[in-house]
């Protein structure tokens, strides 16, 4: 049996989202630092390629805090964790302000910075492509939230109630 992923193993970009959103969410939990929030807003899809001109979605999810005030040993510890979840690692900067970027396990690519502007920590996820549109995914997620459903990735955002007319 082959170890290549079959079109019944693919990740859908669905779950590709909620592991990414997982990742970051229990990343930031191992930080003893508040205020996290999605900098960037809610989970969203973009465009990638499948191979062969096709093209695919996949999710990309970050939280951002107030920089903590112990870098190098933040990045071990987001280091470990990684690690024990399969991804391969490597930390740049490891003595001063670290950045720690991962690949596999869970999801594509991972980063955490622990020198992002306005002397933040960001932690950052990127999911597999996998097939679907991009757009689509967007336009159909947006009309959850509008029928009032909370969807992974949007832990943190303010949700902005119209005035009744």
């Given at each position: 049996?082959?170890?290549?992923?079959?079109?019944?193993?693919?990740?859908?970009?669905?779950?590709?989202?909620?592991?990414?959103?997982?990742?970051?969410?229990?990343?930031?939990?191992?930080?003893?630092?508040?205020?996290?929030?999605?900098?960037?807003?809610?989970?969203?899809?973009?465009?990638?390629?499948?191979g062969?001109g096709?093209?695919?979605?996949?999710?990309?999810?970050?939280?951002?805090a107030?920089?903590?005030?112990?870098?190098?040993?933040?990045?071990?510890?987001?280091?470990?964790?990684w690690?024990?979840?399969?991804?391969?690692?490597?930390?740049?900067?490891?003595?001063?302000?670290?950045?720690?970027?991962?690949?596999?396990?869970?999801?594509?690519?991972?980063?955490?910075?622990?020198?992002?502007?306005?002397?933040?920590?960001?932690?950052?996820?990127?999911?597999?492509?996998?097939?679907?549109d991009?757009?689509?995914?967007?336009?159909?997620?947006?009309?959850?939230?509008?029928?009032?459903?909370v969807?992974?990735?949007?832990?943190?955002?303010?949700?902005r109630?119209?005035?009744?007319?």
């Amino acid at each position: 049996m082959s170890d290549k992923a079959t079109p019944e193993k693919t990740t859908s970009a669905r779950e590709g989202r909620d592991r990414a959103v997982e990742l970051v969410i229990n990343t930031t939990k191992q930080l003893d630092v508040t205020g996290w929030w999605p900098r960037n807003g809610v989970a969203g899809a973009q465009e990638c390629s499948l191979g062969s001109g096709e093209k695919g979605a996949s999710y990309r999810y970050d939280h951002w805090a107030p920089q903590g005030t112990n870098h190098v040993e933040d990045a071990k510890r987001v280091a470990e964790s990684w690690k024990s979840l399969g991804m391969t690692v490597r930390t740049v900067n490891p003595t001063t302000h670290p950045t720690v970027f991962a690949e596999g396990g869970p999801v594509l690519r991972a980063e955490f910075d622990t020198d992002a502007s306005d002397k933040s920590y960001s932690v950052g996820a990127t999911a597999p492509c996998s097939p679907g549109d991009a757009w689509e995914l967007n336009v159909e997620d947006q009309t959850e939230r509008d029928q009032g459903k909370v969807l992974p990735g949007d832990e943190g955002v303010v949700v902005r109630k119209d005035p009744p007319k």
